[in-house]
Structure formats: structure tokens, C-alpha cells
């Protein structure tokens, strides 16, 4: 039996440490704020903003929502994020996306602060990813999927690891921070040809091609360790479930995130603790900077 790789673990020990990174802050006069910027009421982007207010409020980090109608005009979309930009008390932004068609995507990319894009999806983010530097933040999902890894002491240098899927999002970012990690990176899509037999060789699996059941014990090795980071809805269980036929692969894997529960939670951890970061860094550049409300 595989050991199951739980995102709860996870998410006690980021929240205790942003809690000590929140307290030392509000002791310089720095209070960490984010802003959420939502176009319309899409249930999921309603649910992770609920979500992410409450592990906010869980470790001191202050919120600011601000919601548009979802016929929003492309110059009141504008004029929102331009605010959050310019606001000295707002340490990062959290852009809902994809945008309604009316407003041009690309445009609200170009437009978030890199400094604030707490979310990595602004070009700069992702450079920093690409060169290992402190250019904006990589995005969350990524960012949870190698904090998994460390928490749970899985060896990363010196090990083959595949990856199914090359968005920028999951697949290309967790490969660069794998490879900063000195990982040999196999980065598999829906072009490469005999999948299974690149990912059995692999030491760690990571999983984001957002096909419910796609891998399954042909994939694997009995020493794999599996990150599994899908979340697809299953018609027959009616629930959410993974890119890993979890029932399938967990007896034959040396260890596995399951789904719901494992990648996903740390997600929002993530989020706020980039938010800490941005504060902190503000805070380098304005070291006089306290917030007038206080």
C-alpha cells in the first residue's frame, strides 16, 4: 500500500509559519493585505474566493474584495485593477480569470502590477520561474505541488521526473522548479507518443492533464511517487476526482496524492503566503511605510 501524501499536514505547517510571518510584519507597522478582483458570480470563482478569505483571515492577512458585473466594460475593468495597482496598502491581487469575453485577457495580464501578481501569470512571473529568481511569484498550483514534495521528504535531485501536461499554469512551471531542484524533467502532452512507457521509468509523476482517470497502473513503477493534481468530475461517483485512477494505482506506488485532498488544499496556503512574501518585499523598498488605518 502507498503512502497517501495529504494536503492537511501541509497546510498546518505553512499556516503556523505565515502566522510568525504575520505577526513579525504587524510588529514593523506592516499589515499584509490582498485584493480579490472577481468579474461576475461564476460559482467556482465565488467558492475558491470564499476559500481563500478564510485562510487569509486564519493567519492575520487582511482582504479586499471587489466585484464587477459580468457585463463589465473593458474601461471599468481598467480602472479597477489600475486602483489596486496604485494602492500602497494592497500587497498583492488576485485576478480571477478567464475573464468574461467582452474584456481582453491578454490586456489584464499586461495590465496587473508583477509586483502584486500573486497568482504568477503575468510575464514577469514567469521569467522569474524560467530563471529562478524573485521576479513576481510562480503560480500557486505549482508552488503547492513542490511544497508537497518537501514536506513529505521526497528526494528530488538526481531523480527522473515525467510530467503529464505542459500548460503554463502547471505543466512548463512545476518543470523548471523540478529542474532548479536538479531533477532530470521528461515533459509529457498530448503529441508525445507511448506516454506510459517514459512515465514508468520515472521517480515522480506529476499529473496535470485534466483527463478524469488518465493514468493508470501501467504508468507507474513500484518506487513512483505521485503528485496527482487533476480535479475532474467523475459522472458515475457524481464527485470530483483525479487525472490517476486512484483505486488502481495506490496499491502499486511507493506513495500518492489523492484527490480531493491533497494538492488542491494547499493551494490557497500558497496564495496568502505569496501575499506575506510581497508585503515583506514591499516593506525592503518603504521602510517607512505604515498603514494610515491603524
Known amino acids: 500500500m502507498a503512502e497517501v501524501l495529504k494536503g492537511a499536514p501541509v497546510v498546518k505547517a505553512l499556516s503556523e509559519r505565515m502566522i510568525r510571518d504575520v505577526e513579525e510584519l504587524r510588529s514593523q507597522g506592516i499589515y499584509p493585505t490582498i485584493a480579490i478582483l472577481r468579474v461576475g458570480d461564476r460559482h467556482d470563482d465565488v467558492s475558491y474566493e470564499n476559500s481563500a478569505i478564510k485562510r487569509c483571515h486564519a493567519v492575520g492577512v487582511r482582504v479586499v474584495t471587489l466585484t464587477l458585473p459580468a457585463d463589465a466594460r473593458q474601461d471599468e475593468f481598467d ?32 495590465l496587473l502590477s508583477p509586483e502584486k501578481d500573486v497568482d504568477g501569470i503575468t510575464d514577469r512571473s514567469l521569467s522569474g520561474v524560467f530563471t529562478s529568481t524573485d521576479k513576481g511569484f510562480p503560480s500557486c498550483t505549482a508552488q503547492a505541488t513542490m511544497e508537497m514534495l518537501h514536506f513529505y521528504n521526497i528526494d528530488i535531485a538526481r531523480k527522473k521526473a515525467a510530467i503529464i501536461g505542459r500548460s503554463l499554469v502547471i505543466g512548463r512551471p512545476v518543470a523548471m522548479m523540478l529542474m532548479h531542484e536538479n531533477a532530470t524533467v521528461v ?52 464527485k470530483i476526482s483525479g487525472d490517476v485512477d486512484f483505486d488502481r494505482v495506490e496499491p502499486v506506488v511507493r506513495a500518492i496524492s489523492p484527490v480531493p485532498g491533497g494538492v488542491g488544499r494547499i493551494t490557497t496556503c500558497v496564495l496568502v503566503s505569496h501575499v506575506i512574501e510581497a508585503a515583506r518585499r514591499y516593506a525592503k523598498k518603504q521602510p517607512l511605510y505604515t498603514d494610515a488605518t491603524k
Do not use: K
Not at 480602472?79 to 478567464?98: E, K, Q, T
Not at 512507457?197 to 505521485?226: K, W, Y
Open 79 to 110: 480602472r479597477a485593477l489600475s486602483s489596486l495597482n496604485n494602492d500602497p496598502g494592497v500587497h498583492g491581487i488576485l485576478m480571477f480569470m478567464p475573464l468574461p469575453e467582452q474584456l481582453d485577457a491578454e490586456r489584464a495580464r499586461m
Open 187 to 238: 515533459n509529457c502532452h498530448t503529441s508525445t507518443e507511448n506516454i506510459p512507457e517514459i512515465t514508468r521509468e520515472a521517480d515522480i509523476l506529476i499529473v496535470a492533464c485534466g483527463q478524469l482517470h488518465f493514468v493508470g497502473p501501467e504508468f507507474t513503477n513500484p518506487d513512483q511517487v505521485i503528485i496527482d493534481i487533476g480535479t475532474d468530475w467523475d459522472p458515475e461517483t457524481e
